[in-house]
């Protein structure tokens, strides 16, 4: 079984201020999804990073996969309140199959104030 | 149209009451899933349909049934549940078949919160 450990489970911070979200395992990954989930609706994927030691810029938002393609984080640049959320890593498994089965990080809650 | 509905968005339920809950999606996908958000918990799969047969049961207790008629449509029969099943019900679709399907990302719908009394 692939376990997706996230960390830090919460995370309150100013606004301004950095901060960076990981996503580790012991198992090998094809690829990583973050979502970002606000109350009372679903996960939105935000990015997918798919290559060993690719890195994804979205605005403020910085992505990367470990080379091994084993672990990956987040940066959040002067976050804003409108970044806070809670943000989930998933990981798909390697080889093919014909649909897409993750395995979801526990998430990590995020609040930005103002 | 959002690209995935589910309805309804909250349920209160008695044990012994019989509901379901229901899942539509406009994306032309081929794969739907349902999982379970509990508190405190990584989002749990629950059942997989791809091409609508399903290809993924993890295990999930046979009061929770899932129908998938069409490509379109997805349904969770729910009958005689307990406490613990009090969740957030997602579902979630995605473009799967298809070597490169296992990479594709999946469009989540806005959940039913299940309240079991």
């Known amino acids: 079984t692939q376990l997706l450990e996230q960390s830090p489970q919460f995370l309150s911070i100013q606004e301004g201020e950095n901060l960076t979200v990981y996503c580790n395992s012991s198992s090998v990954f094809s690829s990583l999804q973050w979502y970002r989930q606000e109350p009372g609706e679903g996960p939105v994927l935000l990015v997918t990073?798919?290559?060993?030691?690719e890195v994804k810029k979205l605005k403020r938002l910085t992505f990367q996969f470990g080379d091994a393609r084993k672990d990956s984080s987040l940066h959040i640049t002067a976050a804003q309140p409108g970044d806070t959320g809670l943000y989930l890593c998933a990981g798909a498994p390697p080889g093919g199959t014909s649909y897409g089965k993750l395995t979801f990080g526990q998430g990590t809650i995020l609040t930005v104030h103002p | 149209e959002t690209g995935v509905t589910q309805t309804p968005r909250h349920l209160v339920m008695g044990m012994t009451n019989k509901k379901s809950l229901k899942c539509e999606q406009h994306?032309?996908?081929?794969?739907m899933y349902w999982y379970k958000q509990s508190a405190k918990k990584p989002l749990e799969l629950m059942f997989v349909?791809?091409?609508?047969?399903?290809?993924e049961n993890n295990s999930v207790p046979s009061r929770f049934s899932p129908e998938c008629p069409n490509s379109s449509h997805l349904f969770l029969h729910l009958h005689t549940l307990q406490p613990e099943d009090s969740a957030l019900y997602l579902c979630?679709?995605?473009?799967?078949?298809?070597?490169?399907?296992?990479?594709?990302?999946?469009?989540f719908g806005d959940g039913t919160r299940l309240s079991i009394l």
């Open positions: 990073v798919v290559t060993g030691g």
């Open positions: 349909y791809s091409l609508e047969e399903r290809v």
């Open positions: 994306l032309g996908h081929n794969a």
């Open positions: 979630a679709s995605s473009q799967g078949t298809g070597a490169a399907g296992f990479n594709q990302p999946q469009h």
